[in-house]
């Protein structure tokens, strides 16, 4: 069936270099991309959204990138710092706009962990 | 801290049992979701209301159900408990309007184990 994926299960970085998460997702009607980052003991937070009218989008450190003719997602993270290590997931949103139904569907999650 | 509240933190019951999971969303939030974290099924999409309704279901169990109460809070019932339905339990909430998708703020999640 459909789903969402991350190509790499954990991620070693230096501190200070930059960071690449990679998703692939399946559903090529998919229009929304959320990742989020979940630290251990806690709930998922968010860190970035993306529509599918762009291919770009910037935040704090952070960049999301969307090829929507191969399916995939990634999230930059420059400079990264011991708090970023945690688990990130990506998200889409499948869910029926004209029914007012937003479920997301997650991937497995990719494992990053920055090294002093 | 995303503003959406989840109580009880850590919940220890016997099989057989039944459990209520309560979620507060964040002000002006009008949907709320819930979804069940576990080791083998990872992050998995349960149940979505909106002002009181239900919108959308996902693999939820017969023995789970769920309701959201006109102050807009949530419960999630979860009975005749199985060993395998030890997990972490998010709720997630949404401004919901003119249907844009929006982001989904998730709470701290109960930690349910059952034994």
């Known amino acids: 069936g459909e789903s969402v994926g991350l190509h790499l299960p954990t991620l070693s970085v230096q501190e200070g270099d930059n960071s690449i998460i990679n998703c692939a997702y399946s559903?090529?009607?998919?229009?929304?991309f959320i990742w989020y980052k979940q630290e251990s003991g806690k709930g998922p937070q968010f860190i970035i959204d993306?529509?599918?009218?762009?291919d770009k989008r910037q935040g704090q450190r952070v960049t999301v990138l969307l090829n929507k003719t191969v399916k995939h997602l990634s999230l930059q993270i420059a400079a990264t710092q011991p708090g970023d290590s945690a688990v990130y997931f990506c998200?889409?949103?499948?869910?029926?706009?004209?029914?007012?139904?937003?479920?997301?569907?997650f991937g497995k999650g990719t494992k990053l962990s920055v090294i002093p | 801290d995303s503003g959406v509240t989840q109580t009880p933190k850590h919940l220890i019951t016997a099989t057989g049992q039944r459990v209520t999971l309560r979620c507060s969303p964040r002000?002006?939030?009008?949907?709320v979701y819930w979804y069940q974290q576990s080791l083998d099924q990872g992050l998995q999409f349960l149940i979505q209301?909106?002002?009181?309704?239900?919108?959308a279901k996902g693999n939820i169990l017969e023995r789970f159900s769920a309701q959201q109460f006109p102050d807009l809070h949530s419960e999630l019932n979860l009975s005749s408990l199985e060993l395998g339905d030890s997990a972490l339990y998010f709720c997630?909430?949404?401004?919901?309007?003119?249907?844009?998708?929006?982001?989904?703020?998730f709470g701290p999640g109960t930690r349910l184990l059952v034994l």
């Open positions: 997630a909430s949404s401004v919901v309007g003119s249907g844009r998708k929006e982001t989904q703020y």
């Open positions: 998200a889409e949103n499948r869910g029926n706009s004209g029914a007012g139904s937003y479920q997301l569907t």
């Open positions: 209301y909106y002002n009181g309704e239900e919108r």
């Open positions: 993306i529509r599918s009218n762009m």
């Open positions: 559903n090529s009607a998919s229009d929304y």
């Open positions: 002000s002006g939030d009008l949907s």
